[in-house]
Structures are given as structure tokens and as C-alpha cells.
């Protein structure tokens, strides 16, 4: 997969979407800064105004290389490779090593009936019996402990990775009022 660029109409739907999700964070920011109610924030000072636009983008910029990290141990607890994983930043295979150093992990020969899943800051271990049928034990970000319910197996590695990613996103830090 190689690294895509955006049609001119995508680039204005991405632009929007950002200064929607921007905009609250901003008057916020501004509006502890000076005490002024967030719908009095563009009344400010002109540079006031925009240096709390700049550190609003700050904090997304924190955010997105916080979420572009666990997207990369995802890929990478799925089996992609550092080369894969910067052919898609495009960054080369040492710049991918280096930007996110343990997204992917070499499995010991032993462990070819286990998978690492890591998501939303949890970790599961999806394990293949010798019948072939797949469960999965997790423990969540919020540190939360899970397993399959009532001895459930599932035919596919991929099924059982679909309810570990669940239980990991219920037990996520910051997702639906979880801390």
C-alpha cells in the first residue's frame, strides 16, 4: 500500500471536519485562559484568538501522533512490517523502526497457534487450541481483565480478534467516560 493523496473535494471535507472538531477545543482553551464564556472567544484580542488556535492544533497534533502509534501496533499485531508500515507514512522501513519501535514484534517460533492484538492502550492474546478453534484473554487500558465468555470458541483467528477488540475498546482510557 503506498502512501494516497486526496482529491481537492476530500481536502475541503478534511479541512472542515477539522476546524469542527477544532473550534470547542479552541474557545476552550481560550475561555480558561481569560475566564470569558467560550461564545464570547472571537471577541478577544486578535492574537489572543489565534494563539489559542495554535495551541488547540498543538493538542490535536499530540493527539493524531497518538492514534497514528496505536494504528501502527495495530498493523503490526495484525503482522505488517516496519517496511509496510512506512511504505503507508511514507517514511522508509528504518524511519517506521524508528517513529514507532515496538508496532511490530517478532513472533517465536513456538507461538505460531497465539497472535498479539494491541488496541485503544489494551493488549489481548487470541490462542488456537489443537482442535483448531480460537479464544482470546485481554487486559483493557483501564486494567481490566477479559476472556471468552462461558468456554465460547470461534472458527477464525479473525472472529475471536473482533470480540477481544471489543472488550479492549469497553476497557479503553478516555472512550464513553471510561478514566
Known amino acids: 500500500m503506498m502512501v494516497s493523496e486526496i482529491t481537492p473535494e ?4 478534511l479541512d472542515k471536519a477539522l476546524y469542527d472538531a477544532l473550534n470547542p477545543l479552541a474557545s476552550a482553551i481560550r475561555s480558561r485562559e481569560t475566564g470569558l464564556p467560550t461564545d464570547r472567544m472571537w471577541e478577544a484580542d486578535p ?3 489565534a ?6 492544533w498543538k493538542v490535536m497534533d499530540v ?7 496505536q494504528a501502527a501496533a495495530t498493523a503490526g499485531s495484525y503482522g505488517a512490517s516496519y517496511e509496510q508500515l512506512g511504505a503507508v507514512w511514507g517514511i522508509t522501513r528504518q524511519g517506521a523502526r524508528k517513529k514507532w519501535p515496538d508496532a511490530v514484534s517478532r513472533p517465536a517460533p513456538a507461538a505460531a497457534g497465539k497472535r498479539r492484538l494491541a488496541l485503544f492502550g489494551g493488549t489481548a492474546e487470541l490462542v488456537q487450541a489443537p482442535a483448531g478453534d480460537w479464544s482470546w484473554t485481554g ?3 483501564d486494567g481490566a481483565s477479559g476472556t471468552v465468555a462461558d468456554g465460547t470458541r470461534y472458527a477464525t483467528a479473525e472472529e475471536a480478534a473482533a470480540h477481544a477488540g471489543a472488550f479492549l475498546k469497553e476497557h479503553a482510557l478516555g472512550i464513553d467516560g471510561h478514566s
Not at 494563539?51 to 488547540?56: G, K, T
Open 47 to 49: 492574537v489572543e484568538v
Open 139 to 141: 487486559k483493557g487500558a
Open 51 to 56: 494563539l489559542s488556535v495554535l495551541a488547540a
Open 63 to 69: 493527539e493524531v501522533r497518538r492514534l497514528a502509534g
Open 10 to 13: 476530500e481536502q475541503v471535507e
